[in-house]
């Protein structure tokens, strides 16, 4: 079975950028797609960012120009990389793997910005 496990989470400030880290047990080529979402304390889990199989990269128009996600298909790992930071980024951000209708999600990498 597929593990995804999260990494790179952590307290920043307002303006400032971190990198997450998404390690999959198998070739993330087997998947059509790999995704970020994030839940923050009393909402939704929420679309964050997707790259599919060729490549092709989609955003949620409240991080489109600040975030951008990536893949290294020889680590089997897939990037999130959150720039100019705001509070309103502050949520638990989780890994999806898209496997042809039967997705997993890794555990989740709290991400805090403040001051």
């Known amino acids: 079975q597929v593990q995804l496990v999260e990494s790179g989470g952590g307290l920043v400030q307002p303006g400032g950028s971190l990198r997450l880290s998404c390690a999959a047990s198998?070739?993330?080529?087997?998947?059509?797609?790999m995704g970020w979402y994030r839940q923050a304390p009393g909402k939704q889990r929420e679309f964050v960012a997707t790259?599919?199989?060729?490549?092709?990269?989609n955003y949620a128009d409240s991080v489109k120009g600040r975030f951008t996600i990536s893949r290294d298909n020889a680590k089997n790992t897939v990037y999130l990389q959150m720039n100019s930071l705001k509070p309103e980024d502050t949520a638990v951000y989780y890994c999806?793997?898209?496997?042809?209708?039967?997705?997993?999600w890794g555990q989740g990498t709290q991400v805090t910005v403040s001051s």
């Open positions: 790259i599919v199989s060729g490549g092709t990269t």
């Open positions: 198998i070739s993330i080529f087997s998947f059509n797609a």
């Open positions: 999806k793997a898209f496997n042809w209708g039967r997705d997993t």
